[in-house]
């Protein structure tokens, strides 16, 4: 068994189960990415671009280091994988990303306004905002630079204007929650907005405290990476 094979076992699982529900838009396509950061090492296990999950395999997964250079794999890496990086280098608590084109924060994108905290169980794990990341054509370094600028406000959820939306989390299953979570709230949020009356949205001593407690669960998490401590610039 190779050293990375674990890894791809897992990222190919976690694309298929997203893609099966419908995270990434269509259940047949190949839009959307999903990464792991490889346990002490600057490494990222990573989908391929552009290839169709429901026929993906496990040997099709790139890894490629910090510099975006091919450490295994056959296949070109997801367009996306600078802003995978950009997230692994920003946050020093993220150990997985995914990027989905899911329909009520692609409706969200469109919008174009963070999502306020509105709901306190949701908060405790995303974080109080879901930030915007203004809109830059997919796969550009102006897209990547946005994302590594918005994730310095240490919240697990991002929506991405007129493309879709960005979680990042310590493991794979903990971020697809974060992508459940970030659907729930998006389409609840679409839904209200389309009442037309004012939005209740949480206090703000209760938001500042439960993000308190997201700060102080990615510390931990922190505390458990060493070695990317030395490496990777601290959020903060
Ligand atoms: P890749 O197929 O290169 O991962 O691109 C898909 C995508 O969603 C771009 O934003």
Redesign the pocket.
Known sequence: MGRYDDYKEQVLRMSQKLSDQGYFGTRSG????VSMLVEDEDAVVV?????PYDTMTAGDICVVDFELKPIEGRLKP???APMHVEAYKVRRDVRAVI?T?QRGASAVSLIAEPIPPLFDEVALSIGPLVDLIPYAL??TRELHDMVADKLTNRCHCYVMQN??ALCVGPDLESTFTFVELLEKISSVYVAALATGRPISVLPDPIATNLFEAVKARQDREAARKPRLQKTAASAG
């Open positions: 190949s839009a959307g990415n989908t391929p671009t552009r290839m997801s367009i996306e990027h084109h997919s796969g493309h879709g």
